[in-house]
């Protein structure tokens, strides 16, 4: 019997389509992969090439102080979500490192790269994936946001990514993404609350999606209410899960004042500056003017678009979010504005196919010279975004961090000289603390502007801070607490026995009295019934810097400025290492010591490279 096969053309077609766009998926994954390739390669490259700001130093310390062993929210002063806080805490844990926070950042705002480009790819193809992942990646403040100790950039970077899965989910009507939408939309904001309008527009993508699927003729079936209602407590619920269960881990009640309640409070502080928000995003748009034109034209063709074609209108409504967001931040800063780019950007990808696609259509239908202007323009306005790129970038190859000025250097090291490695300091430089290897009082963790204009930090809580933990040197040489604490500053003056006008103009406060001692070597050594030696410390930062800690208490009152010497000798009575010095390099004078106060004095010590391990005695006097 003879047999016969029937042949389904339209089958055959549908297999080649899927074959050429397996093909092009594997190779914008390859491309893609290349891309997030150079941008580590370019953050690695410049990872000291950038400014060091005001915040990354506070997230600097703050990650010393949780490694410590400080708890959030009820030791420690933190107005950041947690899962920021554990990616503080968890990289200086493991590698203690300024560089492994940072690259922790950059992992973040890589999710969102991958997102842009993802979503970019799917509305346009090949081309406007790549150029909206290039765009991001290497855009200004993107670029420096993703290696900087900052959370902004980064929980941008996670958001966007939430939006991506929203978007598979409505491609490929599968809940599995919605769910991971969700999930990660909730990790966005565990970083921080910077993309909360997008409770407003992923679930308008699922009334969107669900109506379109079931609706008929115009009407809502019940079947259609009910799948909406299913997938949008189905999100939801995957946003406040995982919130619910961090929060159920700290304190709740204090986590909230302090990430919420103070950002709400902060707002009333700064209400003033809102007026400034629209010159900040005019500015930025015109930082961005050639993605920017780029969108417009990719908002026209959308708009040209079938409804039953436009499947662009999230993004679309994604910047428009973002600008109404940002319009009414309080305070907003250049920080926050990179909360544009990711929409910014996949539309400036689409307006680059559009544009290209226009023009053929114009060359196709015999228009050679409009075809020929369409090309021209794609073409120099891509080249206008590459050179805005290369503009930002190139200045990090001449550009060397410095996290402090010259000024600064001079009291890092002073600072190091006459503390010990467990001392505290006082300042609203956190950086300069961060950089001296010192710790301050946990309350003081954040010292910011925000804090301190919102009351949140006062006067008063200083006071408690430094009684409590007897910090030997206040530096306000931000002048933040200066401006806004001045009882405070007064109160240093009366109770510091030794005042620096550091840099000619700037106060530092040094050498608070100590009204009991906790020491390593207590002892009672008398000099001549004027000052007692009641115990001393020995402490030690590595094999080649010791620390030397006298208590100096007070008997009678001194009428000469010593110098107190402090000689480790060997077993031959040689003085292999002299520590002589005058109290804080003279600027606590013994004759301005009081009846009673115990003074506690440090001084660091050196150790050369050809002292042999062995057993050395230590001598000290005035």
């Given at each position: 019997?003879?047999?016969?096969?029937?042949?389904?053309?339209?089958?055959?077609?549908?297999?080649?389509?899927?074959?050429?766009?397996?093909?092009?998926?594997?190779?914008?994954?390859?491309?893609?992969?290349?891309?997030?390739?150079?941008?580590?390669?370019?953050?690695?490259?410049?990872?000291?090439?950038?400014?060091?700001?005001?915040?990354?130093?506070?997230?600097?310390?703050?990650?010393?102080?949780?490694?410590?062993?400080?708890?959030?929210?009820?030791?420690?002063?933190?107005?950041?979500?947690?899962?920021?806080?554990?990616?503080?805490?968890?990289?200086?844990?493991?590698?203690?490192?300024?560089?492994?926070?940072?690259?922790?950042?950059?992992?973040?705002?890589?999710?969102?790269?991958?997102?842009?480009?993802?979503?970019?790819?799917?509305?346009?193809?090949?081309?406007?994936?790549?150029?909206?992942?290039?765009?991001?990646?290497?855009?200004?403040?993107?670029?420096?946001?993703?290696?900087?100790?900052?959370?902004?950039?980064?929980?941008?970077?996670?958001?966007?990514?939430?939006?991506?899965?929203?978007?598979?989910?409505?491609?490929?009507?599968?809940?599995?993404?919605?769910?991971?939408?969700?999930?990660?939309?909730?990790?966005?904001?565990?970083?921080?609350?910077?993309?909360?309008?997008?409770?407003?527009?992923?679930?308008?993508?699922?009334?969107?999606?669900?109506?379109?699927?079931?609706?008929?003729?115009?009407?809502?079936?019940?079947?259609?209410?009910?799948?909406?209602?299913?997938?949008?407590?189905?999100?939801?619920?995957?946003?406040?899960?995982?919130?619910?269960?961090?929060?159920?881990?700290?304190?709740?009640?204090?986590?909230?004042?302090?990430?919420?309640?103070?950002?709400?409070?902060?707002?009333?502080?700064?209400?003033?500056?809102?007026?400034?928000?629209?010159?900040?995003?005019?500015?930025?748009?015109?930082?961005?003017?050639?993605?920017?034109?780029?969108?417009?034209?990719?908002?026209?063709?959308?708009?040209?678009?079938?409804?039953?074609?436009?499947?662009?209108?999230?993004?679309?409504?994604?910047?428009?979010?973002?600008?109404?967001?940002?319009?009414?931040?309080?305070?907003?800063?250049?920080?926050?504005?990179?909360?544009?780019?990711?929409?910014?950007?996949?539309?400036?990808?689409?307006?680059?196919?559009?544009?290209?696609?226009?023009?053929?259509?114009?060359?196709?239908?015999?228009?050679?010279?409009?075809?020929?202007?369409?090309?021209?323009?794609?073409?120099?306005?891509?080249?206008?975004?590459?050179?805005?790129?290369?503009?930002?970038?190139?200045?990090?190859?001449?550009?060397?961090?410095?996290?402090?000025?010259?000024?600064?250097?001079?009291?890092?090291?002073?600072?190091?000289?006459?503390?010990?490695?467990?001392?505290?300091?006082?300042?609203?430089?956190?950086?300069?603390?961060?950089?001296?290897?010192?710790?301050?009082?946990?309350?003081?963790?954040?010292?910011?502007?925000?804090?301190?204009?919102?009351?949140?930090?006062?006067?008063?809580?200083?006071?408690?801070?430094?009684?409590?933990?007897?910090?030997?040197?206040?530096?306000?040489?931000?002048?933040?607490?200066?401006?806004?604490?001045?009882?405070?500053?007064?109160?240093?003056?009366?109770?510091?026995?030794?005042?620096?006008?550091?840099?000619?103009?700037?106060?530092?406060?040094?050498?608070?009295?100590?009204?009991?001692?906790?020491?390593?070597?207590?002892?009672?050594?008398?000099?001549?019934?004027?000052?007692?030696?009641?115990?001393?410390?020995?402490?030690?930062?590595?094999?080649?810097?010791?620390?030397?800690t006298l208590y100096w208490k007070v008997l009678h009152p001194l009428q000469h400025d010593y110098t107190v010497f402090v000689h480790v000798r060997d077993a031959d009575n040689q003085t292999r290492i002299n520590g002589d010095h005058q109290p804080y390099d003279g600027r606590v004078p013994t004759s301005q010591w009081r009846v009673g106060d115990i003074i506690k004095d440090t001084i660091q010590l050196h150790i050369?490279?050809?002292?042999?391990?062995?057993?050395?005695?230590?001598?000290?006097?005035?």
């Amino acid at each position: 019997m003879d047999k016969c096969t029937t042949i389904d053309p339209d089958d055959g077609q549908m297999k080649q389509k899927r074959h050429i766009h397996k093909q092009n998926t594997t190779l914008f994954v390859g491309l893609m992969a290349a891309i997030l390739l150079v941008s580590l390669l370019a953050r690695v490259v410049f990872l000291h090439s950038f400014p060091w700001g005001y915040d990354e130093g506070i997230h600097a310390l703050l990650a010393r102080l949780l490694a410590t062993g400080f708890k959030p929210y009820s030791e420690l002063f933190v107005s950041y979500p947690p899962l920021f806080v554990w990616s503080l805490e968890y990289p200086w844990r493991i590698w203690q490192s300024v560089e492994a926070l940072q690259l922790t950042m950059t992992i973040y705002s890589f999710l969102g790269v991958i997102a842009v480009g993802y979503v970019a790819y799917r509305l346009g193809g090949f081309l406007p994936g790549a150029i909206a992942a290039i765009l991001l990646s290497f855009g200004p403040t993107y670029l420096d946001g993703s290696r900087a100790i900052m959370t902004e950039v980064p929980s941008i970077g996670v958001a966007a990514l939430s939006v991506a899965f929203a978007a598979q989910y409505v491609w490929s009507n599968q809940r599995k993404w919605l769910a991971l939408s969700g999930i990660v939309f909730s990790a966005s904001l565990m970083l921080k609350i910077l993309s909360p309008f997008l409770v407003g527009l992923i679930p308008l993508m699922i009334v969107a999606h669900r109506w379109r699927e079931h609706s008929n003729g115009g009407r809502i079936k019940a079947e259609t209410i009910k799948a909406m209602a299913i997938d949008a407590l189905l999100w939801g619920g995957l946003v406040l899960m995982p919130v619910i269960l961090v929060g159920l881990m700290y304190d709740v009640r204090e986590m909230y004042r302090q990430v919420i309640q103070f950002r709400i409070d902060t707002r009333a502080a700064f209400a003033d500056d809102r007026m400034e928000n629209m010159g900040m995003l005019l500015s930025f748009f015109g930082e961005n003017s050639f993605q920017t034109i780029l969108a417009l034209l990719a908002v026209v063709g959308t708009a040209k678009r079938k409804a039953s074609d436009n499947g662009r209108w999230f993004v679309i409504l994604w910047l428009g979010l973002a600008i109404i967001f940002a319009l009414i931040q309080v305070p907003l800063r250049p920080k926050h504005l990179p909360l544009l780019l990711p929409p910014l950007t996949i539309l400036a990808g689409l307006g680059v196919s559009d544009t290209i696609h226009w023009a053929s259509r114009l060359k196709t239908s015999g228009h050679r010279i409009a075809g020929f202007a369409g090309y021209s323009v794609a073409v120099l306005l891509v080249a206008g975004c590459v050179g805005n790129l290369w503009l930002a970038i190139a200045p990090y190859r001449q550009v060397t961090a410095q996290t402090l000025s010259t000024e600064e250097q001079i009291l890092l090291a002073y600072i190091q000289k006459f503390t010990a490695p467990t001392d505290c300091i006082i300042s609203d430089n956190p950086s300069l603390i961060f950089y001296s290897g010192r710790l301050t009082p946990p309350e003081l963790s954040e010292v910011s502007s925000a804090r301190l204009r919102s009351g949140y930090l006062t006067a008063d809580m200083l006071i408690r801070a430094d009684e409590d933990f007897n910090c030997q040197i206040i530096a306000p040489v931000a002048r933040r607490l200066k401006r806004s604490t001045p009882d405070f500053i007064e109160w240093a003056k009366q109770n510091y026995r030794g005042l620096w006008l550091y840099n000619g103009q700037t106060e530092v406060f040094l050498a608070k009295p100590l009204t009991a001692v906790e020491t390593q070597h207590p002892l009672t050594a008398n000099f001549d019934n004027q000052v007692q030696l009641v115990g001393y410390d020995l402490t030690s930062s590595d094999k080649s810097v010791a620390y030397v800690t006298l208590y100096w208490k007070v008997l009678h009152p001194l009428q000469h400025d010593y110098t107190v010497f402090v000689h480790v000798r060997d077993a031959d009575n040689q003085t292999r290492i002299n520590g002589d010095h005058q109290p804080y390099d003279g600027r606590v004078p013994t004759s301005q010591w009081r009846v009673g106060d115990i003074i506690k004095d440090t001084i660091q010590l050196h150790i050369p490279s050809d002292v042999p391990v062995g057993t050395y005695k230590i001598f000290t006097g005035m």
